[in-house]
């Protein structure tokens, strides 16, 4: 039996629909990504997997479970970390542990889950004195206490620093070396195409693609880039025309093109015709960025709720600031 079973997930609100239609089946010891932009319905589908929402119409199997109605029985097997979690401030991590891991049959020790999730200093001290990036390691020890079958995280690297985020993609791949079944959701496409075996892009409320990185390059047509440095003293427009977007950032030229080997022939026999060594010059896959872009749409990608937070994720997670400018 698969961990996820959805079909025809359905939820509206106020007449208009956050979850419409959406249909997914995740196997037990899969690793998967919900990728979308905001507004997409990823934490309402989630938050229904969960139990925290009530589903409109469909059929949603999780562990065996109807999640509304799954009971003590069907939290005691899954992990969540939410968004925004609030905490009892003036507690410790480790009380707070202590207190979550009551609630389950077979909770992972204390100190092992302070150590994995790197909170050893801040262990004893009051929650109210812990930074952005430490209480989301705080969320992420308190989702993994119950030693969870599954384990949802809504977004969990959000805030945390270069360091902190490596520790986590390894918490996540050690937990997921022992087993445990991981649907997480994130902003950052490095994050995805780092953790999940499996990509899930959904826009409006439906799957829009799924797959692997590489089989979503196929799905979404998206185009091998060459690139090269232009040599010195040409004008861009001396370039043969090839592929089917050229972009220029600097004196790098990027080409998109689907016929790579024909396009690569044609620009070195100009080059080697014209006397040109063209430096730098690679072909490299897709990145998921590109296919997500290409899937998305830029425009439908800025248009949701807060572009400005939106294209700052983006940045931040691709390590680029702003695309260069489209030339043709
Ligand atoms: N409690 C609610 N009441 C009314 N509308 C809601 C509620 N929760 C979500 N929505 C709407 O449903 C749609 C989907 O929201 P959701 O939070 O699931 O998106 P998301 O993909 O998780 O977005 P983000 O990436 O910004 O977290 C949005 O248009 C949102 O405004």
Do not use: C
């Amino acid at each position: 039996m698969a961990a996820i079973e959805v079909t025809g997930l359905r939820k509206v609100y106020g007449g208009v629909a956050a979850v419409d239609g959406l249909d997914l089946v995740i196997e037990r010891g899969e690793v998967v990504a919900l990728l979308g932009p905001n507004g997409a319905g990823k934490t309402t589908t989630v938050e229904i997997l969960e139990g925290y929402r009530r589903r409109d119409a469909g059929t949603v199997s999780v562990l065996g479970h109807d999640p509304e109605t799954g009971g003590g029985e069907f939290r005691a097997r899954i992990g969540v970390v939410l968004q925004e979690a609030g905490f009892e401030e003036n507690f410790t991590p480790r009380e707070l542990l202590r207190l979550q891991a009551g609630w389950y049959p077979h909770p992972r020790p204390v100190a092992e889950v302070i150590a994995l999730t790197g909170l050893e200093e801040k262990a004893d001290a009051r929650v109210s004195t812990l930074s952005g990036g430490q209480r989301r390691r705080l969320d992420l020890a308190l989702g993994i206490i119950g030693d969870p079958e599954l384990l949802f995280l809504d977004e969990p690297t959000t805030g945390f620093d270069p360091s902190a985020r490596r520790r986590a993609w390894e918490l996540v791949g050690s937990l997921r070396d022992l087993g445990a079944t991981i649907l997480l959701t994130t902003h950052y496409l490095d994050e995805a195409e780092h953790l999940a075996d499996r990509v899930v892009i959904i826009d409006h409320g439906r799957v829009l693609a799924q797959g692997t990185p590489d089989e979503l390059g196929a799905v979404a047509g998206v185009a091998t880039v060459i690139s090269f440095r232009i040599p010195e003293g040409l004008a861009e427009d001396a370039l043969p025309a090839i592929g089917r977007e050229r972009r220029l950032a600097g004196s790098v030229v990027e080409v998109r093109s689907a016929t790579p080997t024909a396009d690569v022939a044609v620009l070195a026999t100009w080059a080697v015709e014209n006397g040109y060594e063209l430096d730098g010059l690679t072909l490299a896959r897709p990145s998921l960025e590109d296919v997500y872009l290409d899937l998305v749409g830029e425009a439908d990608h800025v248009d949701h709720t807060d572009a400005a937070a939106d294209e700052a994720s983006t940045a931040a997670a691709t390590g680029t600031s702003r695309k260069p400018e489209v030339v043709r």
